[in-house]
């Protein structure tokens, strides 16, 4: 059947995504157009085909035992020089991306794998631009701020054209089975508090 290239994350709510999204092309990457607003809870992970009903199955069992929690994005940061990425920090919410992003990656599921870095969630504004966008960026967006309720996550597939595409939502709580493409609002918008 083949390979597929997967990632799990969380999707960053409008108007906020569309909004952060917009400035990552104004910064001038050249992937941003292909990468809808997130915070990673599993890199870009190759695996195969015949493995995705397994893998939906432990994504439906790591949601259905979380419950929704607060996150706030707020300023921004860079793993320069080590990795050539600014984002905007979160602020509150560590603790819940953290954990999720352990039990999706488990040792003993279909989704285990090493990181390259340690995990620290975050959201990528500019990736492998000239230094002078990267610092634009840093600076463009320090004093943005953003807070939301996170309902879940959701399972996302890269197309041969590198656009990443959702695939499945997974709702927090006992009911969660996955529900196909777009079907369930994993997150609440409120007003900034920052």
Known sequence: MGTVTLGVSIAVPEPYGSFLQ???EGFGDPAAPGIPTHITLLPPTQVSADALPAIE???ADVAAGFRPFPLRLEGTGTFRPLSPVVFVKV????AGCTALQARIRAASGPCARELQFPYHPHVTVAHGIDEAAMDRAQN???DFCA???IGGFALYEQGQDEVWRLEREYPFGPQSAGVPRQAADLSRPSAPSC
């Open 57 to 59: 199955r432990h994504l």
């Open 140 to 142: 463009g967006l320090r």
């Open 22 to 24: 917009r400035k990552r």
């Open 91 to 94: 602020a509150e919410g560590v």
């Open 147 to 149: 807070t939301w309720t």
